[in-house]
């Protein structure tokens, strides 16, 4: 089966400019997650989907990320404006069930200058 | 707070050796824990999982045991090979029905010939 897609693989962006990262989880998978891991750091949870609703966001920070799971499939992870600190790797993954084994994609590089 | 830590960022070992890794947990009570591997500029790739009730999980030449009342779960590569070579991330879930994991920094492996 065709694993978690993500896109682009990399991206360089001046600080106060947006961007936007795009995941296709597993076909079938209900359960969506976008990380952030900074080099050197495990992957930090931003935000968890079920289906097309959100299940947590606690740590998103709101101000400037937003993500959204239209239709329950693909999902989109926006930061406006960006910051220094948010040059990282976003990591997108998905499982069958909220308990289960998660699937990791390539990850996006997100370089903030 | 909930606090994961993986005993050393780096350990380096010989092939053929058996490599033993750690991750020690504070603060939590998870229903299970799991181990991934990643390797550089890829997403974690899932290894493991080992519930609360259970002492010791087997696969291949991986073995993972799991200790609630010392809060300690150790990772052991047996007959460790080159190819072995990777970071190896602890994850606990945070509990409740959710599935959101909670990631270690990560211990570097590396195995030389």
């Known amino acids: 089966e065709a694993g978690v897609a993500q896109s682009p693989r990399y991206k360089i962006i001046e600080k106060r400019q947006s961007v936007a990262f795009w995941c296709n989880p597993i076909s079938g998978h209900a359960t969506l997650y976008w990380y952030q891991q900074i080099l050197g750091q495990g992957p930090k949870l931003l935000i968890q989907?079920?289906?097309?609703?959100?299940?947590?966001d606690s740590q998103l920070p709101k101000d400037r990320f937003s993500a959204e799971r239209l239709k329950g499939v693909d999902s989109t992870l926006k930061i406006q404006p960006a910051k220094l600190e948010d040059s990282a790797v976003y990591l997108c993954?998905?499982?069958?069930?909220?308990?289960?084994?998660?699937?990791f994609g390539p990850g996006t590089r997100l370089t903030v200058l | 707070s909930q606090k994961i830590e993986q005993n050393s960022e780096a350990l380096n070992i010989q092939e053929g050796k058996t490599a033993t890794l750690t991750c020690n947990y504070t603060n939590y009570s998870p229903a299970y824990l799991q181990w991934y591997r990643q390797d550089p500029g890829r997403g974690p790739v899932f290894l493991l999982l080992i519930r609360e009730n259970e002492k010791e999980k087997r696969k291949e030449r991986l073995k993972v045991t799991f200790d609630t009342t010392l809060k300690q779960s150790l990772f052991h590569i047996t007959a460790s090979q080159p190819a072995d070579s990777a970071t190896y991330l602890c994850a606990l879930d945070k509990g409740g029905s959710q599935g959101n994991l909670i990631f270690g920094k990560g211990t570097k492996l590396s195995v030389k010939p």
């Open positions: 993954a998905s499982s069958s069930s909220s308990s289960g084994t998660q699937y």
């Open positions: 989907f079920q289906n097309n609703g959100v299940v947590d």
